[in-house]
């Protein structure tokens, strides 16, 4: 059983994730229309992973009998300057997901609501992961250079990553 304040957070959570998905998609949809395959792709699964993220939280909202409500959420740029610039919009949203995340954490355990404080075990461990991908593309990429070369180094390199998923 969910308080009003903590359905509300999870029901927030539900919407961040639904808008990181949003601008994942709409960064693949671009990469797409530039001819970087690999980009595209790599945002495609992406999104769909902040998908299954949202469907997470909604099942475990159901779970407790509370009630899910969807929100609006902002529409994504359609542009973007290149691909260094959205390996770095892609960081500063996972960083925004993570403390969203660890200050659930830390209201569901001061409220000893150990349930939802061990559900949410797994985003944690999630984010730490997804802010080291994407930590570590950026440092890959300032190292490389996006000029041409780098580019299709870059491209290459993430629907490799892509594929041995
Ligand atoms: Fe990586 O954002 Fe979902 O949890």
Not at 17 to 38: F, H, I, N, Q
């Amino acid at each position: 059983m969910l308080t009003k304040e903590q359905l509300k957070r999870l029901n927030d959570q539900v919407n961040r994730e639904a808008s990181v998905s949003r601008a994942y998609l709409a960064v693949s949809c671009w990469a797409a229309s530039k001819g970087l395959d690999g980009v595209a792709r790599f945002f495609k699964g992406h999104h769909e992973e902040e998908e299954e993220h949202m469907h997470k939280i909604e099942n475990y909202i159901i779970s407790t009998g509370g009630k899910v409500v969807i929100g609006a959420i902002e529409a994504p740029p359609s542009e973007f300057k290149d691909v260094l610039s959205v390996l770095k919009m892609a960081l500063k949203k996972e960083i925004e997901i993570s403390s969203s995340i660890n200050e659930m954490v830390y209201l569901f355990l001061e409220e000893k609501n150990y349930s939802t404080f061990n559900f949410l075990q797994w985003f944690v461990a999630e984010q730490h992961q997804e802010e080291h991908l994407f930590r570590s593309l950026i440092e890959k990429a300032e190292l490389i250079g996006t000029d041409k070369k780098g580019l299709f180094w870059i491209d290459k390199e993430l629907k490799n990553m892509s594929l041995n998923k």
